[in-house]
Structures are given as C-alpha cells and as structure tokens.
C-alpha cells in the first residue's frame, strides 16, 4: 500500500486503510474503490492522505500501533465522557461518572498492551475523520504518543497509567469553552485566546477531585502548555517545575496537532513536524524527550514516496527500530525518471551514503 495526497486519488483506486468516525466505527472499509462522490465526501472531511494498492507495495502491510478494537474502546470512552461533561451546567465543577473513570481505565489498559506488544516505531496516526471534533482523536493520540515516549523513557507501569491518563484528559477542560471560540476558523482576538487558555484550569479543577484520577493525571491538564524557558502558561513555570508527565506529554500534544489538518493549515509530515520539535528542544521541550520521541515514531511513514540523493525515487518499505530517519526504501524510478526493470530495496541504516533529499509532498 501506499500513501499518497487525496487530491492525487482517482476514482477506481481501492482503499488500503479503513477510514474511522471520531467515534472509532469504521466510516469507509478497506479493499473499497473509491468513486468521485466518495473521494468529494472524504476532501470535505478534511483528510488529506488515503493509503490505496499499489502494485509495486502490494506486499506492504502497515501495522498501527493499536488495534481497531482498542481505538474504537479509547475513542468511545473519549466521546462518551466529554459530551456528557458538556451537557453538564455545573462548569468546572462537574464530574466523571465511576463507570466514565473506569472506561478509561480499560481504554488505557488496551494501549498499553498494544504499544508493548508492538514493538514498531508509530505509523501515522491520522485516519480518522474529525475536522469537527478533532478533540477526541487528538485525546487518543496524545495518550498514545505520551505512553510510548513514557516507555521509550522507562517509566514504569504505575507511572505510565498517571501519565496516559493524564494524557487522555489533558483537554477536558476544553469542554467549558463557549464552541464558537473553540472552533473559531478566523484568528483569535486576544480576549479569546485568554479564553481558550483557561481549558489548562478548567481541567485541573475538575480533575483534581475527580476519584479514580490521580492528582499527577490532574497536573497533566494544568501544565501541559507550560514551556522549559518559562513562556508556557497559565504559571510560567520553568524546567522542572514542571511535571515529568506535563513534559513529556507536550511533545506529543505538539506533534499531534502539526500532523494533523486543521481548519487553518493543512498537516505537516512528521519529519516536518519533527523539525519544529528539535527547533523548540530546550527551550519549550525538554531535549532528551523530543530525541525520545524521534526514535519512537516512524520519522518517514511506511508508505510514502522519497527521492534519494541517488537521484532514484522509492517507497518506504520499512523502518530501522532505532534510526527511523533511515528507513528501508524500495526503489521503483532510476534517477532520468523511468520505472526501474526490477523493483530494489534499499536499507538506509546500511547505505550510508545514500539519504532522503526530498518527500513526495502527499498534501
Ligand atoms: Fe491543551
């Protein structure tokens, strides 16, 4: 399968990768052809790659790192849980229901288990359609890139349930902010922007005294914009006056949103997010954490086109576990343009002189 921009589908492909809700349910089955009203409707949802077959990776299978069931568990809870919230009048002061804490609970357990069964490198985290409600996918994402960096950086299970659900709820608070400010498409005023940083307390008051929640996951909603050289908010607060769990989870929050297409800008690549990251590496993240990060995701997305400083051009087959910056590319155009008489990997771990120069732009 290969990934490539939605504007470059063309009725009769098929689909490699099942599209989700923001609920989880599977919107579009893999193995589907696309027809012109399909690709329209998929265009409007705001997504702006379609994995489909390709011949020459016919043989590509992308593993993501949980499971349909799990997402679908993660989301539902997500869901389920924040809208509930929303139709509560009692602001801040409104509370998860026990069975709410204990779907996420399970939620959480199923993305444990996922990411430390699966040992690859994080795929993109990217098809499921929520230009409207981007909020509970961004959730899930940011719990899933959170746990993975938190075991990359050897926390401990304990330690890693505080951080993940910390991360699942980090923008609870979010929920109190008046919708039209909230998924506002124009730039925000001043006044408005102090509205929307109020969601980082919102959600600790909540949380804090939530039971089942512990004060650490509550922290995770208060600092996780909190920046290491102190221009974060809402306390400014510096270096390790911010949480282990509030640092590492703004790495992924980060990433997330970058890679994601919002109203305003479309996504960026993860090697184009990544950049951001080592840009902001000791001053708003912590720069052993964005390093972690780099190792635990896949920098090049299986499934992408790359050209070469051979001048060849290739797909991405695979990664190396550990230097995903040089994954496996098979190579399917010699460099004058024409396709290749056979088709040839090469591993980029081991081919030290050859690297990416370029990345098909898939937006
Ligand atoms: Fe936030």
């Not at 229901?97 to 199923?110: D, I, L, Y």
């Not at 908010?233 to 994601?260: C, N, S, W």
């Not at 290739?314 to 496996?328: A, E, F, M, T």
Request: charged share 25%; glycine share 8%.
């Amino acid at each position: 399968m290969r990934l490539i921009a939605t504007t470059k589908c063309e009725p009769g492909m098929i689909l490699a990768k099942a599209l989700y809700t923001e609920t989880g349910s599977v919107l579009l089955a893999k193995d589907v052809e696309l027809t012109g009203s399909l690709l329209k409707r998929i265009k409007q949802l705001g997504i702006d790659t379609l994995y489909i077959r390709d011949k020459a990776t016919e043989d590509i299978i992308i593993g993501d790192p949980i499971s349909d069931e799990t997402r679908r568990v993660v989301l539902h809870a997500i869901y389920d849980s924040f809208t509930t919230l929303v139709r509560s009048d009692k602001k801040w002061k409104a509370r998860l229901s026990p069975t709410h804490v204990n779907s996420f609970r399970q939620a959480f357990e199923g993305i444990l288990q996922d990411l430390k069964t699966n040992k690859n490198a994080i795929n993109l985290l990217t098809n499921i359609c929520t230009y409207d409600h981007y909020i509970y996918a961004h959730s899930m994402n940011v719990a899933v890139y959170s746990t993975a960096l938190g075991i990359q950086q050897g926390l401990n299970d304990k330690e890693l349930v505080e951080l993940g659900m910390g991360a699942m709820l980090h923008d609870i608070g979010k929920m109190l902010i008046p919708s039209e400010i909230l998924h506002k498409e124009d730039r925000l005023t001043e006044e408005e922007y102090e509205v929307i940083k109020r969601h980082t307390e919102y959600g600790f008051e909540m949380l804090r005294a939530q039971e089942g929640i512990s004060l650490l996951s509550a922290h995770c909603a208060f600092q996780h914009h909190e920046k290491i050289d102190g221009t974060g908010y809402p306390r400014q607060l510096k270096g390790e006056e911010i949480h282990k769990y509030a640092r590492l989870m703004a790495v992924g929050d980060v990433f997330d949103a970058l890679t994601t297409h919002r109203v305003y800008r479309k996504a960026m690549l993860p090697h184009e997010a990544m950049e951001i990251l080592y840009g902001g590496a000791g001053k708003h993240f912590e720069s052993s954490f964005v390093e972690g990060f780099g190792k635990t995701i896949a920098i090049y997305p299986i499934g992408i086109t790359v050209t070469l400083n051979t001048g060849e051009t290739g797909v991405v087959v695979d990664y190396n576990r550990h230097l995903s910056s040089r994954p496996i590319v098979r190579i399917i155009k010699n460099p004058d343009g024409t396709d290749v008489e056979e088709l040839y990997e090469i591993d980029l771990s081991k081919a030290l002189t050859a690297f990416i120069v370029n990345c098909e732009s898939i937006i």
